[in-house]
Structure formats: C-alpha cells, structure tokens
C-alpha cells in the first residue's frame, strides 16, 4: 500500500474552531427555542456544551498534543509536539474520511488522540492519500 503512503502536518484551522462553536452554540440553545421542559433543557444545553470542549481539542492547531502523522509501508506512526521523535500508533475502526473532512481516532501509547481534518488544512494529495487509506483500512 506505498501508494497510498501519507505524510501530514496540518494547518491550524480557526475556521473550524468556529464552525464547531457555532454548531454546539446553536445545539445548546435549541431546545430552549424548542420550549423544552426547564429540567430537560438545562440537561440538553449541559450535555452540548460539554462536547464542546472534545470537539475543540480535535481541531489541529498548537494547542494539539499529535504534531504530525505519517503512514507508509512502516505502518502508522505520530510525531507529538514538543519532540522530534515518531512513536508507533493505529488508526481506530472510528477514523472516517467524508468529501471535504476526515475524521481520525488515533491510539499511541495508550492514549486517545483525534483529528477533525479538512481538505484546506493539508495539501491536496496528501488528503486524497488519507480518504483511501481510511477507506481500505477502517
């Protein structure tokens, strides 16, 4: 699978920080512009507004624990910020690529890592790369 070898450093991504605020922003006040019971609303906003902080932590950027990603005949492999070192990771059954945004679960040394991608955060070929790994694998 060389051919679908795959090297990536994204860009930070503002503008999907603020998509993912405005979407937990409106899922948070919907159910009080839905006229939900007080109790039940209060819980929906709480339950949106706590998933908040999860999806904000998946945007690349330098607030990213995971630096880079590299997979290649070697197998998958992460840098993490702060060390130039790569340590060996896989790719959970959860990864999904879509047309414009790509999703990864990433497992390394015992931790969770994950990464809301888009397509303007790497260059294109290396996006194109990650879809077809992630279709062949997951």
């Not at 090297?7 to 409106?26: K, T, Y």
């Not at 006229?35 to 950027?61: D, E």
């Amino acid at each position: 699978m060389t051919s679908f070898a795959v090297d990536l450093e994204p860009a930070a991504s503002p503008r999907l920080a603020f998509v993912a605020l405005a979407v937990h922003v409106a899922a948070a006040a919907s159910p009080w512009v839905a006229h939900v019971p007080g109790g039940l609303a209060i819980a929906l906003t709480m339950a949106s507004l706590a998933g908040l902080a999860s999806s904000l932590a998946a945007v690349p950027g330098p607030h990213h624990r995971m630096s880079a990603l590299r997979i290649d005949a070697s197998g998958c492999r992460v840098r993490l910020r702060g060390t130039q070192s790569w340590q060996r990771a896989t790719i959970a059954p959860g990864s999904t690529a879509l047309a414009d945004i790509a999703f990864l679960d990433i497992r390394c040394e015992g931790r969770r890592l994950t990464w809301l991608l888009t397509r303007q955060a790497v260059p294109a070929g290396s996006f194109r790369g990650l879809k077809a790994r992630l279709r062949l694998s997951c």
